[in-house]
């Protein structure tokens, strides 16, 4: 993180907390842009794509975003947050690559899961949307607080010519200073938000009123219990005939593939609450609410190994 002064009545020209994270993020996106030839930031339409993507128009404006963005659409995206997505793409003129898991199963190159979910496919679109656009950098919203494997990622993280993953091979970050030097074939994944939490992401919304889609708040909605998480029904594989359908107050934490994504009880409807609320919790949001980083111990760290985000 960046040592940057804090902000106190002896002191009130130091940034403030929020403002030493932005610098930071704004840093380490005009680094990009200076050592590589063709970044892309991944973009879904989930509130910390969303916060990456102001930090970036923030840090070339009053020139357009030089990255193109990239989503991996697993084909059960919640339509909220892809309408989401349609509608900044449109708004800030922005150049929008869809990396399609429907597509890859029609072609016989993936197949669906027993359990429906489509998260752990995005791996192979994603690797090949990465070298049929030549993209050397990659933008992602992971954060250390999130996970465990994603604690142990560096800001500039290096991927083989296969997209893999390697800890071994992280490499030393002192002072921010990062080293996006890779072979013919490898490519950095890049992650602005690293040392933010879920309560910075949120109060930075609040600070700058950024605009989510509405799942993020508190709203009636048709969900069935399944492993201990609230379920949106769908087209994927819920409910099964056991599994009954009501309809609750809930929002979500996150945002991901329908069918691993979970909802939670909340009548928090402003941010002012959602705020209160994540201060008092004592889970991440993945770990309350994302099936698919339960599937094992490790899950998460062996799909990175495999070219995961």
Known sequence: MTDSPVRTDDNPFALSHLDALEAESVHIFREVAGEFERPVILFSGGKDSIVMLHLALKAFAPAPVPFALLHVDTGHNFPEVIEYRDRTVAQHGLRLHVASVQDFIDRGVLRERPDGTRNPLQTVPLLDAIGSGKFDAVFGGGRRDEEKARAKERVFSLRDEFGAWDPRRQRPELWSLYNGRHAVGEHVRVFPLSNWTELDVWQYIEREEIALPEIYYAH???????????????????P???????????RYRTVGDMSCTGAVDSDAGTIEAVIAEIAASRLTERGATRADDKLSEAAMEDRKREGYF
């Open 220 to 238: 009636h909605r048709d969900v069935f219990r399944r492993d201990g998480m609230w379920l949106t029904a769908g087209e994927w594989g819920g």
């Open 240 to 250: 099964k005939e056991h599994e009954t359908v009501e309809n609750r107050l809930v």
